[in-house]
């Protein structure tokens, strides 16, 4: 069965450091999304393309987090410098398309640890 | 501004017993509403969306326009459902609530 796949699973960095995260969707999804969700919380979005564009990132943090889908398929976010509050669960998923009623599939996640 | 409460962090109920997760929303729109559940060890998958009107494992949700409320709710609860439940309204974009984790004892 098509997973969404997500790496690494864990990364721990310094405060001021560059980190960066890859999720492959699943196969022909058009529509990707990466979320962050902190210890206690639900996810919440941080980005969704659409093909290899950006449709809505309002709650992407843009002085440091940046985002691309070049070729409509893989995705990076990257987080560029890293603050302690920048800890949480970074969960990527990908629907067939962005209709409201499709189901999101989900990503196991990275889970980053800023110290 | 879309908005989901989950009233309940922690809910623990016994084997057999009836469970209820409540969800409620605030959306000026017509809602679509989802369970997500997040079993241990597991990544996050849907559970059932409103639309459907279906039942999965046993779990049922109706969409109450008036309490703007999606209660999650089965009759006889399994040692197999704890489990993080996530209640989440699709507007603009998907809204995750905080989540209730439910344990269901022996």
């Known amino acids: 069965e098509a997973e969404v796949a997500q790496s690494p699973r864990y990364k721990i960095t310094e405060k001021s450091q560059a980190v960066a995260f890859w999720c492959d969707p699943i196969s022909g999804h058009a529509t990707l999304y990466w979320y962050r969700q902190i210890l206690g919380q639900g996810p919440e979005l941080l980005v969704q393309?659409?093909?290899?564009?950006?449709?809505?990132d309002s709650q992407l943090p843009k002085d440091r987090f940046s985002a691309e889908r070049l070729k409509g398929v893989d995705s990076t976010l990257k987080i560029q410098p890293a603050e302690l509050g920048d800890s949480a669960m970074y969960l990527c998923a990908s629907s067939p398309s962005s209709g409201g009623y499709n189901e999101q599939f989900f990503g196991p996640g990275t889970r980053l640890t800023v110290l | 501004a879309q908005r989901v409460t989950q009233p309940e962090k922690l809910l623990s109920v016994f084997k057999g017993a009836p469970v209820e997760l409540k969800c409620n929303y605030s959306?000026?729109?017509?809602?679509?509403l989802f369970w997500y559940v997040q079993y241990s060890r597991q990544r996050l998958q849907l559970l059932l969306r409103?639309?459907s009107r279906e039942s999965i494992k046993g779990f049922t949700a109706d969409l109450n326009k008036g309490e703007t409320s999606f209660h999650l709710k089965k009759p006889f609860a399994q040692e197999e459902d704890s489990a993080m439940y996530y209640c989440a309204l699709s507007g603009s974009r998907l809204t995750f609530g905080e989540g209730t984790q439910l344990t269901v004892n022996p």
């Open positions: 959306y000026s729109g017509s809602p679509e």
């Open positions: 409103h639309i």
């Open positions: 393309f659409q093909d290899e564009s950006v449709v809505d």
